[in-house]
T-cell receptor
Framework: KQEVTQIPAALSVPEGENLVLNCSFT??????LQWFRQDPGKGLTSLLL?????REQTSGRLNASLDKSSGRSTLYIAASQPGDSATYLC??????????FGQGTTLQVKP | EAGVAQSPRYKIIEKRQSVAFWCNPI?????LYWYQQILGQGPKLLIQ????????DSQLPKDRFSAERLKGVDSTLKIQPAKLEDSAVYLC???????????????FGPGTRLTVT
């Protein structure tokens, strides 16, 4: 059974810092891995999707890496801003389309 | 392009009452998902529809939860009777995918926050 774990559960950093969020999964037979952002009272917004054959994806100040063999992914946020404050969720997908989510990392960026 | 619509946005009920949630997916999306997100946890898939057929309902508590997508478009999720532990955000998502293994991104609605007292 696939399990996804995110560390840390919460993180508070000053504005401008670079930071790394971690995601680990127990079954390496994944189709892809996706990072989402969730703002309070809102749905999920997809940030980056990495196919199982890829090693990383980049979008603006965000970079996500994937190491399938070790069951790990990281989300790197460069030059953090207060607007980055949100909960970040990692999800892995098997070949049925089902997403298995981690519990999320709640990020606070202080001005 | 309109996103995934859900209603109501908030609902407060007493335990043992019934409640229904509605979802209208993005036009043309064949696949529809209902997720339950308990506070402090990630979303958990309850049921997945492909058009109007059920693909996966392995984590749906079928003694109290039911869902339908009769015309392959919008969907309703019902809880009857509700328990305190059903307090959560119920998220609906949709995707283009109509085949196993196809890589279609899921788009999420804003969710319905349910409080059971």
């Amino acid at each position: 059974k696939q399990e996804v774990t995110q560390i840390p559960a919460a993180l508070s950093v000053p504005e401008g810092e670079n930071l790394v969020l971690n995601c680990s999964f127990t079954d390496s037979a994944i189709y892809n891995l996706q990072w989402f952002r969730q703002d309070p009272g809102k749905g999920l917004t997809s940030l980056l999707l990495i196919q199982s054959s890829q090693r990383e994806q980049t979008s603006g100040r965000l970079n996500a890496s994937l190491d399938k063999s070790s069951g790990r992914s990281t989300l790197y946020i460069a030059a953090s801003q207060p607007g980055d404050s949100a909960t970040y969720l990692c999800a892995v997908r098997g070949n049925t389309g089902k997403l298995i989510f981690g519990q999320g990392t709640t990020l606070q960026v202080k001005p | 392009e309109a996103g995934v619509a859900q209603s109501p946005r908030y609902k407060i009920i007493e335990k043992r009452q019934s409640v229904a949630f509605w979802c209208n997916p993005i036009s043309g999306h064949a696949t529809l998902y209902w997720y339950q997100q308990i506070l402090g946890q990630g979303p958990k898939l309850l049921i997945q529809f492909q058009n109007n057929g059920v693909v996966d309902d392995s984590q749906l508590p079928k003694d109290r939860f039911s869902a339908e997508r009769l015309k392959g478009v919008d969907s309703t999720l019902k809880i009857q009777p509700a328990k305190l532990e059903d307090s959560a955000v119920y998220l609906c998502a949709s995707s283009l995918g109509d085949r196993f293994g196809e890589d279609y991104e899921q788009y999420f609605g804003p969710g319905t926050r349910l409080t059971v007292t």
